[in-house]
């Protein structure tokens, strides 16, 4: 829901594009992908290197904004073993891309289905 919530926060936030949130997701090969986009305000180019730790928003000057949910997701995909990244949508808006394996290789080399 965070990544969701966040498109359609972003999407009332500027004039540009349109109110339209995509959700793409796909099941092929070793990974599952998951693909939201927005044609919101986008994220400044000045936070993109943290936007993922704990206590950085771009909604800063909002009451009750913590900046815990991208935080919260990347720790979760990067416990799988997975990915997230994070592009410019054109003509505007973000594009998150999380990209989480089927199977999550052990220390020791073994494969074991991801923890539920």
Known sequence: GNLLDNAFEASLRTQEGDKTIELFLSDEGDEVVIEVADQGCGVPEALREKIFEQGVSTRTDEPGEHGIG?????????????????????????????????VKKND?????????
């Open 70 to 102: 991208l935080y919260l997701i990347a720790s979760y995909v990067g416990r799988c073993g997975g990915v997230i990244t994070l592009e410019d949508n054109d003509p505007c808006g973000t594009l998150f891309s999380l990209f989480l394996p089927k």
């Open 108 to 116: 020791d080399r073994t494969i074991n289905p991801i923890d539920r």
